[in-house]
């Protein structure tokens, strides 16, 4: 019970603190905290971790928040993970995808956590941008999915989230 309740606080402390970071920013017509729910529910399977990195994975690249802050108040793993899904600077989205993506490609070993946040990042997103009807988003995702796959997929990491994101960003 004791190793659970751990586990629990650490989940719920990132939780509030993105919630706290990310203010009252919106997504979509929604709170903020819907896609960090969403994103966290997609990641449960994958362990506690996995949980804490969802909620934490935009908090760099949306708020005010430094990486270090991220690694002082939840560990290095962590950081690390949240500063692979951060997007790196760029004139546009185009190459601030284009930098993120080869960054993605290169992560090997324990740090593949990350990219299974990713792509429940993208499927969270994929999935709102369906049920709200965003075609122009979805037509963003549909147009970066080939480059986003060859990046982030790892064969037998997360299988069944691929193939939900597949199905869904098929035109």
């Given at each position: ?49 996995a949980v804490v990195i969802a909620y934490l994975h935009d908090v760099v ?29 760029g004139a546009d989205r185009k190459e601030r995808k284009s930098k993120t ?19 429940a990042d993208r499927l969270a997103n994929v999935r709102a941008c369906v ?41």
């Open positions: 019970a004791g190793v659970c309740k751990v586990r629990c606080v650490m989940k719920q402390k990132a939780r509030e603190y993105a919630l706290l970071h990310h203010g009252d920013q919106q997504y979509g017509d929604h709170p903020y905290s819907v896609h960090l729910d969403a994103v966290a529910a997609l990641v449960e399977a994958y362990g506690d971790t690249e949306d708020t005010g928040v430094a990486m270090a802050a991220v690694e002082v108040e939840f560990g290095s793993f962590v950081a690390s993970c949240v500063g692979i899904l951060t997007d790196e600077a993506y080869a960054k993605m490609a290169s992560v090997s070993g324990e740090l593949e956590l990350a990219l299974v946040v990713k792509i049920v709200d009807k965003n075609e122009r988003l979805l037509g963003f995702y549909r147009s970066e999915h080939q480059v986003f796959k060859q990046s982030v997929y790892r064969q037998g990491l997360c299988d069944e989230l691929w193939d939900e994101l597949d199905s869904l960003i098929k035109p």
